[in-house]
């Protein structure tokens, strides 16, 4: 069921601005992702591009997972005039801020203030999928959280899997492969 201030927003677009266009929400909520990659050039950033590109992976892995698969359950119409039953939670939403939140994490130390302009590609992402019609407040707020809430997690396992291997690593048995590598030479 959606909130009062959410029919409101809903009936304040579909009145104000009925003929809103624009393909810039498909497009911005992967500017973020592609600054990180493009500055790893001139800046030191989080993590290097190998585990940048893994975090990226595990991050989209894990939205599109959680935020495809609550769209399946929950079968929430979208707002009128479309039609359809795939509106909660925005993926436009969760990947755009999914993306800032990844920006924010990898550039926060070296360009502190740059790392926050993922966010607002990602406000903005959101908005135009409000005003397009095509989801509802909570839609985009459920999408926003799911978002943040993957790159978290992607990290999370990104680190434990890091730690992990590197308890693996006994040096004693690596000694033990090398003198037998010297010896065979």
Do not use: C
């Not at 999370?156 to 590598?181: A, D, G, W």
């Amino acid at each position: 069921m959606t909130s009062a201030i959410g029919r409101h927003i809903h009936r304040y677009f579909l009145l104000n601005h009925p003929f809103f266009r624009t393909s810039a929400d498909k497009h911005l909520k992967w500017i973020p992702f592609a600054t990180v990659f493009f500055l790893d050039v001139f800046v030191k950033a989080k993590s290097g591009w190998r585990k940048q590109v893994l975090i990226a992976g595990a991050t989209e892995a894990i939205r599109y997972t959680i935020a495809d698969n609550l769209k399946k359950f929950t079968h929430e119409h979208r707002p009128a005039p479309y039609i359809g039953n795939h509106s909660f939670p925005s993926g436009h939403a969760s990947s755009s801020f999914a993306g800032a939140e990844f920006m924010h994490m990898e550039l926060k130390n070296s360009l502190p203030a740059l790392s926050y302009a993922g966010y607002a590609g990602a406000i903005a992402t959101a908005i135009i999928r409000l005003m397009k019609n095509r989801h509802w407040l909570r839609d985009v707020v459920a999408g926003a959280v799911i978002g943040i809430t993957s790159v978290k997690l992607a990290y999370f396992l990104v680190e434990l899997n890091r730690k992990r291997k590197m308890s693996e690593f006994n040096p004693e048995t690596s000694e033990e492969i090398m003198q037998s590598i010297n010896a065979e030479s």
